[in-house]
């Protein structure tokens, strides 16, 4: 363990005591009303979070006697009601009301686009995500499955013209769709021209046409000789680029060298799901990397294709508007911060030689970090309305909400924020939370900038919730769930009757197939099309690829036509995904398993011995997967409920086990800080915290996987000298 400072009753982690101390240098607090001020929090916060969790376990515990003692019964939906009534889970519903958030930046209040979502500990991914404002519509297709490699297609080493033309080709259809032409099409233009502020494209004969809706036309670069030409749609840019020295723009009859999408519009800095932080080391460089990006002083060089790059913030950017003026738009995604959730715990701080909640600890640090970007001591702005932006994970019930509302305030009260600096987003995964959602907005109903359906989690709370009620159903069937879909369209429902609409985002989860962007491009265009304005992608090229979606659908005015609407029941939302007798042959059962088992090896060993919080894990037919926390937590909370119900036993688990663990050995072979699993399965770290995620499955609080996670990673952290 690394050595600590002691300030008061706290005892810190100096790799983080002094991470402080450079954080409050550069934004002119003291370190010691730092820690005091925590300190004080601490003392008045704790208990009543440890209350908070102590009721998510009594709540379970009720509802586990309740299915325990009709086992064997037919389920009563309208005495289970009244039961989750009874006991609190279930609230009335509150009066009507609209949010009341103020000084929201327009990426979150009034322009619909993709949200990306990087680990915090990885700086050359962050400072991706960061500048994924701006990504290349030709590079998104020309490097992915968009344009299938077939004979003459391929990628290849360099630049193939076959495939280039149908990029050019795939690039001038979406500008046809987006920004139609008064006649003919962008494919056949040989120049775009601007003349006294109108923009003409000129084809060959001598023909031309100006633009269906002229006013699409927002800007252009180059007074003399043009070299770009932004457009506007539904809130978005995109920069038609023209360089006829360019290898592509001098094969192009009107020198278009590129088009390039306002992409990634926001992008969520992850200290939650995506990372491993276990103690006050990881916990600093978490931290260090944010603030990085707050002041602008975040670098990275790396080894790519045999070069060294160099990777730092980009500027913003400027065009001459048609009128003459000049408009400029940020280069950089408007940064939000994710904070660790209510139930998780850490010894990067003891206080009166106890672990705290990470939570707390994390708004605080998110606090004292923002006044960087508040105070205009960045290279560059993050916000321009004065707003620090935290995104709040798992929260179960109205209480926990207004608990992080106060949370916030005293952190403000701490280091002289003004009231409400710092905004919320929450995400909407736990059942309970989805029942009284409602309730939840009104309770942060000053500080609301987003709200988000976390599939993936929920799924995991619905298991563990009804985890007596019977064994649950197949996945396929699981995501066809009544539950499922009313919980989904419910959020959009209630966002949009609590005002959030122009105010505050409406989002959707995450594409998990990295490498299968055409799919992508096919379905997830039902993101907006729900009336969601944002939606989460893995990578800056499915930003860019996703960003297209925002420009054929018109979320904004979709909202403004579904304000009002009910799709929904509370009925239906509570309807438990149970398996009827007979719906799973043998087969199916084994083929759950052998999937389930894979993933959680896949996962584990990165995150228990590497200490990678997400990655991509090929799955058992090596499609790579984006995995984190949420995706295990479903995985191990199913093989639980089947082995409770006899669906599968603990030996065919065990077999299962060591089977999956021969497999994920062979996945990782050219990975040579991998340590393989089998045959010595008795002393593999990253096998032991599998098998405890399953066996001890049941036991955890509410499913969540950190408790086992942290226990064994700090166990390997010690074995492999990683401290």
Not at 25 to 53: C, E, V
Not at 67 to 82: E, I, P, S
Not at 89 to 95: F, R, V
Not at 479 to 499: H, M, P, Q
Request: proline share 4%.
């Amino acid at each position: 363990m690394s050595e600590r400072i002691q300030i008061a009753e706290l005892s810190v982690s100096k790799p983080l005591h002094d991470f402080i101390a450079t954080v409050c240098s550069t934004t002119g607090f003291t370190s010691n009303r730092f820690w005091a001020s925590l300190a004080d929090a601490l003392s008045s916060l704790t208990p009543r979070n440890r209350a908070l969790l102590d009721r998510r376990d009594s709540m379970q515990r009720a509802i586990d006697a309740w299915h325990k003692n009709r086992a064997g019964q037919a389920h009563d939906a309208k005495a289970y009601r009244a039961f989750l009534e009874e006991i609190g889970y279930l609230l009335p519903e509150c009066d009507d009301f609209s949010i009341e958030t103020a000084n929201v930046d327009p990426e979150l209040a009034s322009i619909a686009g993709p949200q990306l979502v990087v680990p915090a500990t990885n700086a050359r991914y962050a400072l991706n995500a960061a500048n994924a404002r701006w990504g290349s519509l030709y590079d998104a297709l020309y490097g992915t499955d968009m344009i299938p490699e077939t004979s003459g297609l391929e990628k290849g080493a360099g630049y193939n013209p076959a495939r280039g033309a149908l990029v050019v080709a795939r690039a001038a259809a979406f500008l046809d769709k987006a920004f139609p032409l008064a006649r003919g099409s962008h494919a056949d233009a040989t120049a775009y021209v601007v003349e006294n502020g109108t923009l003409t494209v000129k084809f060959a004969g001598e023909k031309s046409a100006a633009l269906a809706e002229p006013g699409r036309f927002a800007g252009y670069s180059g007074e003399e000789n043009l070299s770009a030409v932004l457009l506007a749609n539904n809130n978005l840019h995109v920069e038609i680029r023209i360089d006829r020295d360019h290898p592509v723009g001098r094969n192009h009859p009107a020198g278009v060298s590129d088009v390039v999408l306002e992409a990634a519009i926001t992008t969520i800095l992850d200290m939650e799901d995506s990372i491993a932080c276990v103690d006050g080391a990881d916990k600093a460089r978490a931290y260090a990397t944010i603030f990085g990006l707050f002041t602008g002083d975040l670098t990275t060089t790396f080894m790519k294709d045999g070069k060294q790059v160099h990777r730092e913030l980009l500027p913003d950017r400027t065009w001459i508007t048609p009128d003459g003026g000049r408009r400029t738009l940020p280069g950089r995604s408007l940064l939000l911060i994710r904070n660790a959730a209510h139930h998780t715990l850490t010894d990067a701080v003891l206080h009166n030689g106890r672990e705290i909640y990470e939570g707390i600890l994390d708004c605080f640090v998110s606090a004292l970090m923002g006044m960087a970007d508040i105070k205009g001591s960045g290279k560059y702005p993050n916000s321009r309305n004065g707003s620090i932006y935290l995104v709040k994970p798992k929260m179960h019930d109205p209480d926990e909400m207004a608990f992080a509302r106060d949370l916030f305030e005293t952190a403000e009260q701490a280091v002289g924020l003004p009231r409400n600096t710092l905004k919320m987003g929450v995400m909407d995964e736990e059942r309970r939370a989805s029942a009284n959602f409602k309730e939840c907005i009104r309770q942060i109903r000053e500080r609301l900038i987003l709200i988000n359906t976390g599939f993936l989690d929920r799924t995991g709370d619905e298991i563990h919730t009804s985890m007596e009620a019977g064994p649950m159903v197949l996945r396929e069937a699981m995501r066809a769930s009544r539950w499922i879909k009313t919980y989904e369209d419910a959020n959009v429902d209630v966002g949009l009757a609590c005002g959030l609409s122009g105010r505050a985002q409406i989002g959707k989860g995450m594409w998990a197939k990295p490498d299968r962007m055409a799919e992508m491009v096919e379905v997830k265009i039902a993101h907006p099309q729900s009336g969601a304005n944002t939606a989460w992608v893995p990578s800056p090229t499915a930003a860019t690829l996703h960003a297209m979606h925002y420009h054929f659908v018109d979320v904004a005015a979709l909202q403004q036509k579904m304000k009002g609407g009910k799709r929904t029941t509370l009925d239906a939302l509570l309807t438990i995904p149970v398996m009827e007798a007979g719906a799973a042959t043998a087969e199916h059962i084994q083929r759950e398993l052998d999937g389930s088992c894979q993933g959680i090896l896949g996962y584990v060993a990165r995150w228990v011995e590497q200490g990678i919080g997400a990655s991509k894990i090929p799955d058992l037919d090596d499609v790579g997967l984006m995995e984190d926390r949420a995706t295990l937590r479903i995985s191990s909370q199913y093989i639980a409920n089947w082995l409770l119900h006899g669906i599968c036993t603990q030996e065919q688990v065990e077999k299962t086990l060591k089977r999956m663990a021969a497999i994920v050995d062979r996945q990782n072979a050219g990975d040579r800080a991998y340590h393989p699993m089998a045959p010595d399965f008795d002393n593999s770290i990253a096998f032991q915290a599998a098998r405890d995620l399953i066996f001890k499955g049941r036991e955890q609080p509410n499913g969540y996987t950190e408790h086992i996670l942290t226990a064994r990673r700090k166990e390997a952290k010690r074995k492999f000298g990683q401290e």
